[in-house]
Nanobody, 122 residues
Framework: QVQLVASGGGLVQPGGSLTLACTGSTSDVGHGPMGWYRQTPGNRRELVAGITTPGSTNYADSVKGRFTISRDSAKNTVFLQMNSLEPEDTGVYYC????????????????WGQGTQVTVSS
């Protein structure tokens, strides 16, 4: 089972930036499909950004043009650069290498690691 650790969250003012990092114990993070997900209280996790093999990306409409997903394959790390942050971006951010999560974040059997809290507030 791939062990994933999300980090880089924090408190930032509206309009600010943060970069999240997801590191893994296997090369899945550096080479396979990966997604960043966000969960807010009372809501299910939603896909924010995804990257697949051979490196195509997709984004939720709400973050297009502001967020960028990228990876450092040599370090088995995937990043989420978040710019022009808005209060609506507040939530716990998770990463996941299971492609089933792209289609349904409640898919039976999905495993989720510890997320990182992002709070956008003045």
């Amino acid at each position: 089972q791939v062990q994933l650790v999300a980090s880089g969250g924090g408190l930032v003012q509206p309009g600010g930036s943060l970069t999240l990092a997801c590191t893994g114990s296997t090369s899945d993070v550096g080479h396979g499909p990966m997604g960043w997900y966000r969960q807010t209280p009372g809501n299910r996790r939603e896909l924010v950004a995804g990257i697949t093999t051979p490196g195509s990306t997709n984004y939720a409409d709400s973050v297009k043009g502001r967020f960028t997903i990228s990876r450092d394959s040599a370090k088995n790390t995937v990043f989420l650069q978040m710019n022009s942050l808005e209060p609506e971006d507040t939530g716990v951010y998770y990463c996941n290498s299971d492609p089933r999560a792209f289609f349904d974040t409640n898919y039976p059997g999905l495993k989720w690691g510890q997320g990182t809290q992002v709070t956008v507030s003045s």
